[in-house]
């Protein structure tokens, strides 16, 4: 059902669902994964998309968006424009090349890290971090944490997806989470 809020903008969500190809039994049997490179591809479903997460941010400050590797590259840069914000990556182990600040977390089974710049992010800003999926809710949990560790205030955690089934809100309680598309099952 479209959202018609008014000063918003329309957003149907079940049309932009049309654009995600599911692939079932990827990467493993019995996982059904949501590919959004055909969404990207669709320029009217991309703007879409991109207008409709930075919609929910308009009306707060926001000085950095954080985009997760790999897919909040995507999305990030985008919102950032969007909300005339700046855009900081979150990466995986040595990929930055200055000082960096690290924060490992454990996920399902085993343990991974996340970098970002010491001086990416400055005491006081207020941030908002996006990724193209909300699963667990591990990783978001994990980039708000050093973000945080850096003095950042979290205005919000965006997602393109998020799937509802796993509860992943359960962990991530204390911050304001906003996904676009819902999956059940």
Do not use: W
């Amino acid at each position: 059902m479209p959202n018609s809020t008014p000063g918003k903008a329309v957003i149907d969500c079940e049309h932009l669902k049309k654009l995600i190809r599911e692939i079932p039994d990827f990467p493993q049997k019995g996982i059904l994964f949501y590919d959004i490179t055909t969404l990207l591809k669709d320029k009217v479903g991309f703007a879409t998309l991109i207008d409709a997460l930075s919609e929910h941010y308009l009306a707060k400050e926001v000085d950095l968006v954080l985009g997760i590797e790999a897919r909040g590259f995507i999305f990030g840069p985008a919102v950032a424009y969007r909300l005339s914000a700046g855009f900081v990556p979150v990466r995986k182990p040595g990929k930055l090349p200055a000082a960096r600040a690290k924060y490992d977390y454990v996920l399902e089974y085993g343990t991974n890290t996340l970098e970002i710049h010491s001086d990416a992010i400055q005491p006081g800003q207020q941030v908002i971090i996006v990724d193209d999926l909300l699963a667990t809710g591990g990783t978001a949990e994990a980039t708000a944490k050093l973000a945080e560790k850096l003095g950042a205030t979290i205005s919000g955690l965006g997602f393109v997806v998020e799937l509802d089934f796993l509860h992943a809100r359960e962990k991530l309680e204390k911050y304001d989470v906003f996904s676009l598309l819902h999956y059940q099952r």
